[in-house]
């Protein structure tokens, strides 16, 4: 939903809607102003259906305009206050309030209100079902009383009493979530309030109702808003965000300390303008890709804006955007290289000799063998288990040797040496001298 802020400038509703006043005579219309009640007649007993038309089109322009003021009210409060003083003049009456119900209290909170005296706005009231508010919200029913001194079904509050209140509309205002308060309309005129005044009070808590609702959706994506910022914040990733027209909509504070630029300098900024270096990158061309082929696209490369090895995830966003997360890998990558610099060396070595060199990792119970298991034995394996290798020792030999190795592995020993009998692949018997180091990691071994 497009949201349009602003704030309620108190004013003549009926003339911003156009409406203008029917006539009638000075004397009455200043009275109904000190009474708080707009210059607006009510429509008579006997009186034409004219005058109910009037006077009901008036309550409709009142409401139609209460909805765009709904629309445009940021604060719930002001909102509140503004559908008392409509509702009243809307029903030519003195009194209207809107109350909070509060759950820890099951009490009335009185939150807006016109006519009432002071001190009367915050002040509290009960919300038993023996009281007309309370009825109203705890059943979800309207609640319509003409006649106060003489009500059989509900107690008069001392509010009303006070105020000399003889009469009262009130009705729940609630959202999908659950009950707010209630709207109430009072009068201490003699007279009647009808089906058609109540469902112009239920416009008011309805559109009410739905504001309030709107607002706390707004809170609850604000407040899931801040959470993910904080989660950003104190990851340990840089991220950035960026829009379907490649303008960065986030920044963490990671980020900003690799590229050595602010956020703020940032933000809406289109990022191919602002590291022109990036531009035809391969890091470049993978969010190129994310964003084509919708898909996560991960990468490792050196920075272009730096002389750095990166680690990037690139996720495609709902809105056509990208969420890209990187890190520095220069550290993991000279690692890497190491590693595979000293297995080529390893490779090598193990090539170049004429003795059969064995790697036996315990934990997994795999050998690795050099080309020599060949070339020696004949044998055309380069991976076996444990128990192969036992197999073809020599069984005169085999309880010695086996018993030997497993006693240095399961001890505190570094180094195995022995020699015994090794059969061939064509069955025949070689005689060898053995040795291994034990390399130790965690408990577990790994003979070589």
Not at 19 to 29: E, G, I, L
Not at 199 to 213: D, K, V
Not at 381 to 408: C, L, M, Y
């Amino acid at each position: 939903m497009t949201r349009v802020t602003g704030r309620i400038a108190v004013m003549d509703t009926s003339a911003a809607l156009g409406v203008t006043p029917r006539c009638m005579p000075k004397a009455d219309r200043n009275e109904l102003r000190a009474a708080g009640a707009p210059a607006w007649t009510l429509p008579r007993a006997g009186g034409t259906s004219a005058d109910e038309l009037a006077y009901r089109v008036h309550q409709q322009e009142l409401l139609a305009g209460f909805g765009v003021l709904a629309l445009r009210t940021p604060e719930f409060m002001d909102l509140l206050q503004e559908a008392t003083r409509l509702c009243a003049q809307g029903l030519h009456i003195r009194y209207c309030k809107a109350m909070e119900y509060l759950v820890e209290e099951d009490a009335f909170i009185v939150r807006a209100g016109v006519g009432w005296k002071p001190g009367t706005i915050g002040s509290r009231t009960g919300a038993d079902l023996k009281s007309p508010t309370g009825y109203a919200f705890h059943t979800g029913e309207p609640v319509i009383s003409s006649h106060l001194e003489s009500e059989g079904r509900f107690r008069t509050p001392r509010i009303l009493v006070d105020h000399g209140i003889r009469r009262a509309i009130n009705v729940p205002i609630a959202t999908e979530s659950g009950g707010y308060g209630v709207l109430e309309a009072d009068s201490p005129a003699e007279g009647r309030f009808t089906e058609a005044d109540l469902a112009f009070m239920q416009g008011f808590a309805n559109l009410l109702g739905s504001a309030l609702e709107r607002k706390r959706g707004e809170e609850r994506l604000r407040l899931a808003h801040e959470r993910n910022e904080e989660i950003l914040e104190s990851i340990a990733d840089a991220f950035y965000a960026v829009d379907r027209d490649w303008r960065f909509t986030y920044v963490n504070r990671r980020a900003e300390e690799w590229w050595g630029r602010k956020r703020e300098d940032l933000i809406g900024k289109v990022c191919w303008d602002e590291f022109p270096a990036a531009v035809g990158s391969e890091a470049a061309e993978a969010h190129h890709l994310a964003r084509r082929e919708r898909r996560t696209v991960h990468l490792e490369t050196v920075s272009p804006l730096r002389d750095n090895w990166v680690d990037l995830d690139i996720h495609p966003t709902a809105a056509g955007g990208l969420a890209v997360y990187f890190r520095d890998a220069t550290e993991w990558k000279r690692g890497e290289v190491a590693l595979h610099e000293t297995a080529e060396r390893y490779r090598l070595a193990a090539k170049a000799t004429n003795d059969a060199i064995w790697d036996w990792d315990l934990a997994a119970d795999r050998i690795v063998w050099n080309e020599a298991l060949t070339t020696l034995f004949g044998f055309t394996e380069r991976e076996t288990d444990g128990a192969w290798w036992k197999d073809h020792i020599h069984p005169d030999d085999r309880e010695r040797v086996v018993t030997g190795i497993e006693a240095v592995i399961a001890g505190s020993q570094e180094h195995w040496s022995a020699e015994y009998r090794f059969l061939r692949a064509d069955g025949s018997e070689a005689d060898i001298f053995d040795r291994g180091f034990v390399i130790r990691d965690g408990g577990e071994g790994r003979s070589g």
